[in-house]
């Protein structure tokens, strides 16, 4: 006989049929909300990474900028002396520490660990209202100053925060008399000299080439930005990473160092430190009175011939014409800085100047006096052949330095904060109105 159902099968059968549908409702709850989590979770995370570097600044003191992959690629983009996050018709900053704003003010970070305002370019915007952004780097002599650092730091930004970062309407380009032909002598024999002849220095094909090649091609910066991947543009998440890393796992870090890449040409630190003594050679006459001074202090390039000099400044030349034409759209304007010893009013017949080259540091102040106005002169010469404005910081510096010091008193190498301000304020005043 077959079987009739019973009531009971019909009941179990309907049970399993509500606790089916309550569990494919439940599933169906859970995967809606995990995928809201999901949606959520993804919107703040990219929210964090859009909002991070632009409310850093407001969160954390400027030393934290260390903490990033690349501290001088993203540094531009955090600095105070600029309204906004993306900078409107800019002026830029070219050139070495001067540029960049180094010295005592920048490391005391006071008042504002956080908004930092304490070098030229924050004079700069106050008095004309224009955004300001530092390209400047340490070390960095004319090729470096007007072709490395701004092309590679803008190159930086426009693959790793925005492609379509926009370009300065102007660029001042800080010439240093202390060292920046210098450094030009040392980068030629460095990098141009083991690959070619010196008769190609001259042909401007060669240095094209060069340009691209080693100027930019081996530029910690602009290899750091073409080795960039995805995952190089999430800075929140490599912060925090970085972060935890240190402070939980004990994990140290170091700047990355791609192949080919060329630092800093080494001097050693007893050619290029300041140096305190009992009885100084360096004196000047500030507030009416003879003040002791650091000896082994900056002159206008004082261990180059004549030669070097002549061969330096056409570097300088070449320089300033390749970032012209790479910055077509730019307005440029060259603002020349004496060294620190050229700014005071120096008392006493003999100086003590750095000198990379060997130890002889002694010189007559006559000399220094007459390689300030041959530097001077030479580039001021060039700028006229190229038609860019020339603006001369040294009377306006001469004559604050009449009254204070201008540098330390900790980094005699660079200007403290009146220093920047009396720059900041000599520039404004001598800028050129835009066409």
Not at 140 to 160: D, E, M
Request: hydrophobic residues 40%; proline residues 6%; neutral net charge.
């Amino acid at each position: 006989m077959d079987r009739q159902p019973c009531i009971c099968d019909t009941a179990l059968q309907y049970a399993l049929l509500v606790l089916s549908v309550t569990y494919l409702k439940n599933i169906r709850l859970w995967l809606t909300n995990s995928l809201i989590f999901l949606v959520m979770a993804a919107l703040v995370y990219g929210a964090a990474e859009y909002a991070f570097v632009r409310v850093f600044p407001h969160l954390f003191p400027v030393a934290m900028v260390q903490k990033f992959e690349e501290p001088d690629g993203i540094l531009p983009v955090l600095q105070s002396s600029k309204t906004g996050f993306y900078p409107h018709d800019y002026i830029a900053l070219a050139g070495d520490s001067y540029a960049m704003g180094m010295g005592d003010a920048m490391y005391e970070q006071k008042p504002n660990i956080h908004q930092l305002r304490f070098h030229s370019a924050h004079t700069i915007q106050d008095l004309t209202g224009k955004d300001v952004m530092a390209f400047g780097l340490p070390g960095s002599g004319s090729i470096r100053g007007a072709i490395s650092n701004p092309v590679s730091g803008l190159h930086y930004l426009r693959k790793l925060v925005d492609e379509s970062f926009p370009a300065p309407q102007r660029i001042l380009l800080y010439f240093y008399e202390g060292n920046d032909l210098t450094e030009n002598w040392m980068y030629y024999e460095k990098t141009f000299l083991p690959d070619h002849s010196a008769a190609d220095y001259e042909n401007p094909a060669v240095f094209d080439e060069y340009v691209r090649k080693v100027a930019l091609g081996r530029q910690h910066l602009y290899l750091a930005a073409e080795a960039a991947t995805v995952k190089n543009r999430l800075f929140f998440t490599r912060f925090v990473e970085r972060i935890f890393s240190e402070q939980v796992l004990g994990r140290k870090f170091y700047r990355k160092k791609y192949p080919g890449e060329f630092g800093l040409i080494y001097v050693p630190q007893s050619h290029w430190v300041p140096r305190r003594s009992e009885n100084p050679v360096n004196r000047a006459v500030i507030a009416g009175q003879t003040v002791p001074l650091l000896d082994n202090l900056q002159g206008p390039s004082m261990d180059l011939s004549l030669e070097q000099l002549q061969h330096a400044a056409g570097t300088f030349s070449k320089a300033l014409a390749w970032s012209r034409q790479y910055f077509p759209e730019a307005h440029f304007t060259v603002v020349y800085i004496p060294s620190v010893l050229s700014t005071y009013q120096l008392a006493g017949s003999n100086i003590d100047a750095q000198n990379y080259f060997s130890e002889n540091t002694r010189f007559d102040t006559v000399s220094l006096e007459n390689r300030h106005v041959w530097i001077q002169s030479e580039i001021k010469r060039v700028c006229s052949e190229q038609g860019v404005p020339f603006i001369d910081a040294t009377p306006d510096l001469r004559e604050a330095a009449l009254m204070q010091t201008l540098h330390g008193p900790n980094d005699w190498n660079h200007f403290n904060k009146r220093g920047y301000q009396v720059l900041g304020e000599s520039i404004v005043r001598q800028l050129p109105a835009l066409p």
